[in-house]
């Protein structure tokens, strides 16, 4: 009942607030902000400030950014997606979450992810999934029980990967509107995207598409194939004339950094009409993964000061921008095996983290709950972080000896489809990276200010201490 009555009333407000704001944007958005000041003191004044000053600031990039949502995406579906990811996942769901983990004392994820299938359309230099063919997939009741177990644990965004997951949109569609309370965020290489899947994705209100690029066309296409960033970028002019909010999702590598993060790149990016950018450092996953492509000490030097410089008001660009190796220190460390999320493969294991392809459970004969408390879960909750240093956050790229020892611990296997990889023959593609670039973390960490966040780790909770 209080989710039903708050949804209602906050559908109700934010149809007034989007109306008034359209009236005359900079204006109006000042005036709510000084009523909110009044009303919600449990917020920084200076928090407050800082948002009236960006909306006076014509040259404020996110200013820009609220700007462009405000006119290139649909309303309705902006008010469907701020009532699914604003009230239900980060009100609600971050509640229920934070609350589950202190009684149940286990790790409980804000965000999951699944592999509707392992069919890819694609071949990618790089992608384990272009090895794994198109045996696999869950059903859309497998994708129900997913989404309604992680719902009772307090989960409420889910994000889709592959394979490519709109090989089975029709399914997706068909999930996405039967929970309207939860965000569905689908990676996709574009290739299926069509004016029938934009009316769909703006009648259930609840999803937006990442789109995978890296660069130019010849970056770009070198490794996803000839005419791939042109049926990207066509996908997009689509999606910006239909009014649905989307991304870019970018792998970076030792060979391509210079054009991910070129502003002539960003720039383009910004006009098609793209609103956020999620960065991924590159992983050797796999038996065939080539361990030069991991970005060298001083590229991750260069792509943690970069973001620091795409974060500010007046150097960044209007798009939101995320590094999830980087940001390590946002969230506390390594966010994998259930901390923050977890992933399900098209086979259903269960696994810690998209990238390490290893479990102990499977949703065919364990429930997520069950699969949260099994060994190598509760070895990821009880280790982390897995270095104090937030720059160092994953247990396999940047501390392998770590991974090495929670897989021959917990007895975990190897989920890959093709060819069995030992936590040994992954690991030791890390290896040189992580001995070269420890030093080179410890000097920026040691030299530049964290934010605090909040963790919840186990080794902060009674049992843990004692555990010391």
């Known amino acids: 009942m209080e989710h039903a009555f708050v949804h209602f009333v906050a559908e109700k407000m934010l149809s007034r607030i989007l109306r008034y704001i359209d009236k005359a944007p900079e204006e109006n958005l000042l005036k709510i902000l000084n009523v909110a000041e009044k009303y919600f003191k449990m917020f920084p004044?200076?928090?407050?400030?800082?948002?009236?000053?960006?909306?006076?600031?014509k040259d404020n990039v996110?200013?820009?950014?609220?700007?462009?949502?405000?006119?290139?995406?649909?309303?309705?579906?902006?008010?469907?997606?701020?009532?699914?990811?604003?009230v239900h996942a980060g009100y609600f769901g971050t509640k229920t979450v934070r609350k589950n983990r202190d009684k149940y004392?286990?790790?409980?994820?804000?965000?999951?992810?699944?592999?509707?299938?392992?069919?890819?359309?694609?071949?990618?230099?790089?992608?384990?999934?272009?090895?794994?063919?198109?045996?696999?997939?869950?059903?859309?009741?497998?994708?129900?029980?997913?989404?309604?177990?992680?719902?009772?644990?307090?989960t409420h965004f889910y994000m889709l990967t592959g394979g490519e997951p709109l090989i089975k949109k029709k399914e997706i569609i068909t999930l996405a509107s039967e929970n309207p309370e939860c965000t569905f965020l689908i990676y996709t290489n574009?290739?299926?995207?069509?004016?029938e899947l934009c009316r769909n994705i703006k009648k259930c209100g609840n999803i937006t598409l990442a789109l995978s690029i890296e660069g130019d066309e010849k970056s770009n296409d070198s490794r996803r194939g000839d005419g791939a960033r042109k049926t990207t970028t066509d996908a997009m002019k689509l999606l910006k004339k239909e009014g649905i909010l989307?991304?870019?999702?970018?792998?970076?590598?030792?060979?391509?950094?210079?054009?991910?993060?070129?502003?002539?790149?960003?720039?383009?990016?910004?006009?098609?009409?793209?609103?956020?950018?999620?960065?991924?450092?590159?992983?050797?996953?796999?038996?065939?993964?080539?361990?030069?492509?991991?970005?060298?000490?001083?590229?991750?030097?260069?792509?943690?000061?970069?973001?620091?410089?795409?974060?500010?008001?007046?150097?960044?660009?209007?798009?939101?921008?995320?590094?999830?190796?980087?940001?390590?220190?946002?969230?506390g460390g390594c966010i994998a095996g259930g901390r923050n999320y977890f992933h399900i493969n098209s086979k259903g294991d269960i696994e810690p983290c998209v990238f390490i392809h290893y479990s102990d459970s499977n949703i065919k004969t364990h429930t997520l709950f069950e699969a949260l408390n099994n060994p190598l879960f509760m070895a990821y909750r009880k280790g982390q972080p897995f270095n104090d240093n937030h720059l160092m956050p994953c247990p396999m790229l940047e501390n392998p000896h770590i991974l090495r020892r929670m897989i021959e611990e917990t007895g975990a296997k190897?989920?890959?489809?093709?060819?069995?990889?030992?936590?040994?023959?992954?690991?030791?593609?890390?290896?040189?990276?992580?001995?070269?670039?420890?030093?080179?973390?410890?000097?920026?960490?040691?030299?530049?200010t964290h934010p605090k966040t909040f963790t919840q780790y186990y080794r902060d909770t009674e049992e843990g201490k004692k555990q010391k």
């Open 45 to 57: 004044q200076k928090n407050f400030e800082s948002m009236k000053a960006a909306v006076r600031d």
């Open 62 to 86: 996110y200013m820009q950014m609220a700007k462009g949502i405000l006119n290139d995406i649909d309303r309705d579906l902006v008010k469907s997606l701020l009532l699914s990811m604003g």
């Open 105 to 154: 004392n286990c790790n409980i994820p804000f965000t999951i992810l699944f592999d509707p299938t392992s069919a890819c359309n694609l071949k990618c230099k790089g992608c384990w999934a272009a090895e794994y063919g198109h045996s696999f997939e869950l059903s859309l009741d497998e994708m129900r029980s997913i989404v309604t177990q992680g719902k009772k644990l307090g």
């Open 190 to 195: 574009a290739t299926l995207i069509d004016e």
């Open 246 to 331: 989307f991304g870019i999702s970018v792998c970076y590598t030792s060979q391509n950094i210079a054009e991910v993060t070129s502003d002539e790149f960003l720039d383009e990016m910004v006009e098609y009409g793209v609103k956020y950018a999620f960065y991924f450092n590159f992983m050797p996953v796999g038996k065939g993964a080539d361990k030069e492509l991991i970005p060298t000490p001083s590229q991750r030097k260069y792509m943690y000061f970069w973001m620091k410089k795409m974060r500010n008001s007046k150097t960044g660009k209007p798009l939101f921008v995320m590094d999830f190796q980087d940001d390590g220190e946002y969230v």
């Open 414 to 448: 190897s989920t890959d489809f093709v060819s069995q990889e030992t936590v040994d023959e992954l690991c030791s593609k890390c290896d040189d990276f992580s001995k070269a670039w420890a030093p080179v973390a410890k000097e920026i960490w040691e030299t530049t």
